[in-house]
């Protein structure tokens, strides 16, 4: 028989194999953002063809109420993952507060919460560029069987169980890690199956592409403008190439398939940077450690940070290992000449 790509369903049964004492919630919930992601994969993919893109409470021309894009990813997800019974909790970049969530006989019997980012880039919509899903997993501090309080929300990302990505790309690609590497899965539209196309991704030690905003530069951090100078220095391998679409997924992506280095750094515009930590650092910190690259705030590992509010924004160097560490270096030295 000829061999064929597994299929994420199979990956998932495979690996739930490997917890032998595991209930299965965790195999369940990758399960309810598998199939959240291909409802919002069909919507995003005919947002040039219907008339989806317009704001909130405004009506089509059937006289029909729209739906922002990243208004309708989030009910879908936070939908699925309620109908399935699987989480305790979930906060999401769209919501100001967390939700929680009571499940079956109204007990609060599930441990794990969801932290998202339903539709990060969407800005990019309008214009047929790449967006993406955030998501990050955790097991909730409080005992089970009593509501989520925002203690469960508040946790450093070295304690995530799971996080991933899903690219609405020129394929859709689902990209997640439970702690043991990185697997990416493409999804074969014409019959909604998820393949696994690269398994154990790896971010190459070192790279050759830099993705930042550089017309922030006058308002960007010495150490940072010394960065971006060094690599446009030409000796060695450098000058780098500079590559930046503005939508954090794809940068990301990109770079973990060819190497490179992500910033999006404090300005004077933005003294906190713009990325959230919970929903953006973090589940991107995780994949990146997983896949041999590393994530920091410039100074110290992103998943070390104790957040202190759900929304908090932090400096964010995401990538390869040695270009993040160099980077480091950078500003390190840079507040040591203030
Ligand atoms: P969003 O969550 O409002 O979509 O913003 C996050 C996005 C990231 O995807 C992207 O990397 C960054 O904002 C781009 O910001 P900028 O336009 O300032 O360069
Ligand atoms: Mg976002």
């Given at each position: 028989m000829e061999e064929r790509n597994k299929t994420l369903g199979e990956f998932i049964i495979e690996k739930q194999e490997d917890f032998q004492y595991s209930s299965g919630e965790l195999s369940r919930l990758i399960n309810s953002?598998?199939?959240?992601?291909?409802?919002?994969?069909?919507?995003?993919?005919k947002a040039g063809l219907v008339d989806i893109v317009g704001a909130v409470g405004a009506q089509n021309i059937q006289g029909e109420d729209q739906q922002k894009l990243d208004v309708f990813a989030n009910d879908t997800f936070i939908q699925t993952l309620i109908n399935r019974e699987i989480v305790c909790g979930i906060a999401s970049e769209e919501s100001d507060?967390?939700?929680?969530?009571?499940?079956?006989?109204?007990?609060?019997?599930?441990?794990?919460?969801?932290?998202m980012d339903p539709l990060d880039g969407s800005s990019n919509i309008d214009v047929n560029v790449s967006v993406g899903t955030i998501f990050s997993v955790f097991r909730r501090v409080t005992p089970i069987g009593t509501p989520v309080t925002i203690e469960d929300f508040l946790q450093p990302g070295v304690n995530q169980v799971a996080a991933g990505y899903v690219i609405y790309g020129t394929s859709t690609m689902l990209v997640y890690t439970t702690g043991r590497g990185v697997n990416g899965f493409t999804l074969n539209p014409a019959i909604g199956t998820f393949y696994l196309s690269h398994p154990n991704m790896q971010f190459p030690k070192d790279g050759n592409i830099y993705s930042i905003n550089e017309g922030n530069y006058v308002h960007f951090p010495q150490g940072v403008k010394d960065y971006i100078k060094y690599c446009q220095l030409e000796e060695g391998d450098r000058p780098y190439t500079s590559r930046y679409i503005g939508s954090l997924v794809s940068d990301i992506h990109r770079n973990m398939i060819k190497g490179g280095i992500y910033i999006y750094p404090t300005s004077s515009k933005a003294p906190s940077g713009k990325l959230r930590l919970l929903y953006e650092c973090n589940p991107m910190a995780f994949l990146a450690e997983q896949a041999g690259g590393k994530a920091s705030d410039g100074f110290g590992r992103i998943m070390e940070i104790q957040p202190t509010e759900l929304h908090q924004r932090v400096p964010f160097f995401c990538g390869s290992q040695n270009m993040v560490e160099k980077a480091e270096e950078f500003m390190e030295n840079a507040n040591n000449n203030l």
């Open positions: 953002i598998r199939l959240a992601a291909k409802v919002v994969n069909y919507k995003v993919n507060d967390f939700i929680t969530i009571k499940g079956k006989d109204e007990c609060h019997n599930n441990k794990y919460v969801v932290l």
